[in-house]
């Protein structure tokens, strides 16, 4: 029906409809009668991949900017925003180019807000490949209350492969209070944010805390807490810290004819094909492609197959990237 509206007075079961004046909702939420009160489960949104670094093209707008971003991060769970704590610019991330594309369009012809972006940045992790053994004291002394921390901790891989902090306490004999172990677990978890290598966040670790020593009047929780990131960073470098790459999985579907052309193109971008098939009467590929490497790939597919295929990727995996590309991220 394109833009023609069709007032009604309910929605029912199969029916597309729209609501205005809901101020307070936010995608994932679901609207029930209070009476009947029904909550679906909450929807999982999958980690933005890629970003631009973007700016206000001229300065007056970037008020502008600041709000209308603010708005489609508040429609677009998949959208994120941050600042580089290197070169204090604002990087925009979303699940593709594609999207980020149809975002920059959105900025452009409903905020009448022209912006300059930067190159593609993708969103690398680093992780840990061996363990080592670590000691790291904090200790500052003014003339008056001071400060003291002293933990000895183990930094590894973690064994399940599993995202995020494994946090081992095994402090015996009250060597550490309990409320300054929590402290020790918080700063090693803010630690994951800046990665060895290249500032990338890192993916996954492990740290076994198994001693420890605090000074009676001058050790706080806060001192613990800085400790923790302290020895972080100190181990980090020994730990054989490597760099994640995200792999896509790349489904596309062309005619039989182009079948070598396509799963040539993807094996030179480092791709792994996982399934060969047919169709009806088409052709279906998948393969696993590093996301570095498929930046411009639509438009290289469409040039490959005279426009007869058709593609759809999604965030798959993460794996550690070729000496190579590591190198080459670890430069910019």
Same mark, same amino acid.
């Given at each position: 029906?394109?833009? +023609?509206?069709?007032?009604?007075?309910?929605?029912?079961?199969?029916?597309?409809?729209?609501?205005?004046?809901?101020?307070?909702?936010?995608?994932?939420? &679901?609207?029930?009668?209070?009476?009947?009160?029904?909550?679906?489960?909450?929807?999982?949104?999958?980690?933005?991949?890629?970003?631009?670094?973007?700016?206000?093209?001229?300065?007056?707008?970037?008020?502008?900017?600041?709000?209308?971003?603010?708005?489609?991060?508040?429609?677009?769970? &998949?959208?994120?925003?941050?600042?580089?704590?290197?070169?204090? %610019?604002?990087?925009?991330?979303?699940?593709?180019?594609?999207?980020?594309?149809?975002?920059?369009?959105?900025?452009?012809?409903?905020? %009448? !807000?022209?912006?300059?972006?930067?190159? *593609?940045?993708?969103?690398?992790?680093?992780?840990?490949?061996? $363990?080592?053994?670590?000691?790291?004291?904090?200790?500052?002394?003014?003339?008056?209350?001071?400060?003291?921390?002293?933990?000895?901790?183990?930094?590894?891989?973690? *064994?399940?492969?599993?995202?995020?902090?494994?946090?081992?306490?095994?402090?015996?004999?009250?060597?550490?209070?309990?409320?300054?172990?929590?402290?020790?677990?918080?700063?090693?978890?803010?630690?994951?944010?800046?990665?060895?290598?290249?500032?990338? *966040?890192?993916?996954?670790?492990?740290?076994?805390?198994?001693?420890?020593?605090?000074?009676? +009047?001058?050790?706080?929780?806060?001192?613990?807490?800085?400790?923790?990131?302290?020895?972080?960073?100190?181990?980090?470098?020994?730990?054989?810290?490597?760099?994640?790459?995200?792999?896509?999985? !790349?489904?596309?579907?062309?005619?039989?004819?182009?079948?070598?052309?396509?799963?040539?193109?993807?094996?030179?971008?480092?791709?792994?094909?996982?399934? !060969?098939?047919?169709?009806?009467?088409? %052709?279906?590929?998948?393969?696993? !492609?590093?996301?570095?490497?498929?930046?411009?790939?639509?438009?290289?597919?469409?040039?490959?197959?005279?426009?007869?295929?058709?593609? $759809?990727?999604?965030?798959?995996?993460?794996?550690?990237? *070729?000496?190579?590309?590591? +190198?080459?991220?670890?430069?910019?």
């Amino acid at each position: 029906m394109s833009n +023609k509206y069709e007032p009604v007075e309910q929605l029912e079961a199969g029916d597309i409809g729209g609501v205005l004046g809901l101020k307070e909702t936010r995608t994932g939420d &679901t609207l029930a009668d209070p009476e009947n009160p029904v909550t679906l489960e909450a929807m999982q949104f999958p980690e933005p991949m890629i970003g631009y670094a973007i700016e206000a093209r001229w300065a007056k707008d970037s008020t502008r900017l600041s709000e209308a971003l603010a708005r489609l991060l508040d429609e677009n769970p &998949t959208l994120s925003l941050e600042t580089d704590a290197q070169s204090g %610019q604002t990087i925009l991330k979303g699940m593709g180019e594609l999207h980020l594309e149809v975002v920059l369009e959105k900025l452009r012809s409903d905020y %009448q !807000v022209e912006v300059n972006r930067g190159q *593609p940045q993708i969103a690398y992790r680093e992780v840990f490949t061996q $363990s080592v053994t670590h000691k790291a004291t904090l200790k500052k002394q003014n003339g008056g209350s001071g400060n003291f921390a002293e933990i000895h901790f183990e930094l590894s891989p973690r *064994p399940d492969g599993a995202p995020g902090l494994e946090f081992v306490d095994e402090i015996r004999g009250g060597a550490i209070p309990r409320e300054f172990i929590a402290a020790v677990s918080k700063g090693f978890a803010a630690a994951m944010h800046i990665g060895p290598l290249a500032g990338y *966040p890192v993916a996954s670790m492990r740290v076994r805390l198994f001693d420890g020593s605090i000074h009676e +009047k001058d050790s706080h929780a806060l001192d613990f807490e800085q400790v923790a990131q302290i020895g972080s960073r100190a181990a980090a470098g020994e730990a054989g810290p490597r760099l994640l790459e995200p792999v896509m999985s !790349v489904d596309v579907t062309m005619p039989e004819e182009y079948t070598g052309t396509v799963t040539g193109d993807l094996t030179r971008r480092r791709g792994t094909i996982r399934v !060969v098939e047919r169709v009806a009467a088409a %052709q279906r590929v998948v393969a696993m !492609v590093p996301l570095a490497e498929l930046f411009g790939y639509i438009t290289t597919l469409r040039t490959l197959t005279a426009g007869r295929a058709s593609a $759809s990727m999604s965030f798959d995996h993460y794996a550690l990237a *070729p000496a190579m590309v590591e +190198k080459k991220a670890v430069a910019v």
